[in-house]
């Protein structure tokens, strides 16, 4: 032990369970993968000049969310479910699953910052800065030791007690159902997971993530580079988000997963939704 050095023992959080999980079962859908780089110039142009004028930030994320919701909105089968081995369900609403950082207290008063997951209801019928205060008011509502629950606190014992079973009491429970029933998937975690993991490669340009996910359709927001591009035949330099995009192969074909893309891009290329 002369060799080990020091080091600090700390008990492994129960709520994380859940997570391992979903990262177990998300192993087991037949996504296709997509790497993306999206030209965002004209979008990141309007939210600085929009900060510099009203002294507000709209969120990054959200705005992608609100392009996310209208293309899936017009390509309603990119979301579909499987209900049984001869139907599936295409909802109407789409229900983007985001993850959030937010304070988690501990038994011992500390606290640390942890990704949660949250689900913005009918992203594709609300605003951006309606989906932006959305997701900053729940940034903002810390939780008490081994709280996971967002929102809705009233079930956040229930929460507590379905973290701490163990792992095949929360696949009787839970997870069998969360993969044979669409609509009781479409309550608990929507039909989209959108998560974003930052400038990771900030310093070569290039910062793409391959996510896991149980969800039909995965996305992954990595960096934000500025590059040189061609816009109307001259080379400028423009801002790229570098985005991976994952789809159920079990529900949808290339063909139609093409034309969704072509509309999400052209939705990002354009800003869509900033000026409302």
């Known amino acids: 032990m002369a060799d080990i050095g020091t080091y600090e023992e700390r008990r492994f959080p129960e709520f994380r369970n859940p997570t391992l999980d979903t990262l177990d079962l998300g192993k087991k859908k037949h996504h296709i993968p997509l790497l993306l780089e999206v030209d965002v110039t004209k979008a990141r142009e309007y939210m600085r000049e929009f900060k510099a004028r009203t002294g507000e930030g709209l969120s990054f994320t ?8 209208q293309a899936v909105n017009e390509h309603k089968h990119i979301q579909a479910m499987r209900k049984g ?4 369900i295409l909802f109407d609403d789409v229900d983007i699953s985001v993850v959030v950082e937010r304070s988690v207290g501990h038994s011992d008063s500390s606290s ?5 997951p949250y689900v913005v209801r009918r992203a594709n019928k609300k605003t951006v800065k309606e989906i932006s205060d959305e997701i ?3 940034q903002a509502e810390s939780l008490g ?13 229930l929460t507590k007690a379905f973290t701490l079973m163990p792992r095949f009491v ?8 969360l993969t044979k029933d669409p609509f009781f998937a ?6 989209v997971v959108v998560t974003s993991v930052g400038n990771i490669g900030k310093s070569s340009g290039y910062g793409w993530a391959i996510p896991i996910g149980m969800h039909p359709v995965v996305f992954a927001l990595g960096s934000i580079a500025r590059k040189p591009g061609v816009v109307d035949e001259e080379i400028t330099i423009r801002e790229y988000l570098s985005m991976t995009v994952l789809f159920d192969h079990d529900v949808t074909d290339g063909a139609p997963v093409i034309r969704f893309i072509q509309r999400l891009n052209e939705l990002l290329e354009h800003g869509y939704g900033l000026d409302k």
């Not at 959200?62 to 919701?69: A, D, L, S």
């Not at 081995?85 to 599936?88: E, M």
């Not at 929360?170 to 997870?175: E, T």
Request: hydrophobic share 40%.
């Open 145 to 157: 030791a081994g709280e996971v629950q967002l929102g809705a606190r009233r079930n956040v014992h």
């Open 136 to 138: 900053r008011t729940t």
């Open 170 to 177: 929360r696949n009787l429970l839970v997870w069998r159902r």
């Open 112 to 116: 640390e910052t942890l990704p949660m």
């Open 85 to 88: 081995r001869k139907s599936l």
């Open 62 to 69: 959200g705005w992608v969310m609100k392009c996310i919701g």
């Open 186 to 191: 479409k309550k608990m975690m929507g039909t």
